[in-house]
């Protein structure tokens, strides 16, 4: 009889043991997909996107308002509002950035980074072009070449073309300031974008495009046709 009472209380034993291991690993599991659940929700993107001829205007959770052209895509996580503000972009589009001096506002484009606190600027990053353009309206901005590293600091008023081959910045004014006209107000001009390599078709920091018109003012041949091709969403064969 005391041998069979051994037997039975070493059995509760080992069935106890057994219960609360089953229990500990379904807590471990249970909790592990509730992490993976909450990761999977600060991971979860949102796209939006243009198509050929269609703009749009969106407020990001931050208070960032985005205004993008024609065949242009915008990602961003759904904790940009609380979490880091980071954003991946191509096309064209102008930014209006929330100021937030904790939280800097990132916008990756695969060939460089853009880096502010709270500013306007617009931003030119199509994949198929030889270049990148940012036009500088207020505030100021870092931008970064994922390929060496190299920044440049812009200041207002100030453009910078990225060269996408050897991953260097070219920083110019965009605007020339001219005393007085006849009448005796003061104006503003662009000087002409020379350099047919940058397949930049802009001539002001707020794009004519945002009030449904385009003017073009010096420009290479080249960066008319991809502009228009952009916005009609054809292909041209000029000769």
């Known amino acids: 009889m005391k ?12 069935t106890a043991v057994s219960a609360a291991m089953i229990a500990l690993l379904i807590w471990v599991a249970g909790d592990f997909y509730k992490k993976s659940l909450m990761v999977q929700d600060d991971a ?13 205007t969106i407020t990001l959770p931050d208070g960032t308002v985005v205004t993008l052209n024609s065949m242009s895509k915008l990602t961003f996580n759904s904790n940009i509002g609380t979490g880091a503000r980071e954003v991946d972009f191509n096309g064209e589009a102008y ?3 929330s100021k937030d001096s904790t939280r ?9 980074v853009v880096e502010v606190h709270g500013t306007s600027f617009s931003l030119l990053a199509r994949p198929a072009a030889k270049s990148c353009e940012l036009m500088l309206d207020k505030g100021s901005v870092r931008l970064v070449s994922s390929k060496t590293k190299r920044d440049v600091l812009l200041e207002p008023g100030e453009m910078a073309l990225y060269n996408k081959a050897d991953g260097d910045f070219i920083v110019e004014n965009f605007t020339e ?7 005796g107000a003061e104006k ?5 974008l020379a350099d047919a390599s940058c397949d930049i078709a802009r001539t002001s920091v707020i794009p004519e495009w945002r009030f449904s018109g385009v003017e073009f003012d010096d420009v290479s041949p080249d960066s008319l046709v991809m ?5 009609y969403g ?3 064969n000029p000769t």
């Open 3 to 14: 041998r069979g009472r051994g037997r039975l209380n070493i059995w509760k034993v080992m």
């Open 44 to 56: 979860m993107a949102t796209v939006i996107s243009t198509g050929i001829g269609e703009r749009s």
């Open 95 to 97: 930014f209006e950035v």
């Open 104 to 112: 800097p506002f990132k916008i990756n484009t695969g060939e460089m």
């Open 177 to 183: 300031e001219i005393p007085e006209t006849a009448d």
């Open 188 to 192: 503003t001009v662009e000087p002409a």
């Open 227 to 231: 502009t228009i091709e952009n916005m």
């Open 234 to 236: 054809v292909k041209l």
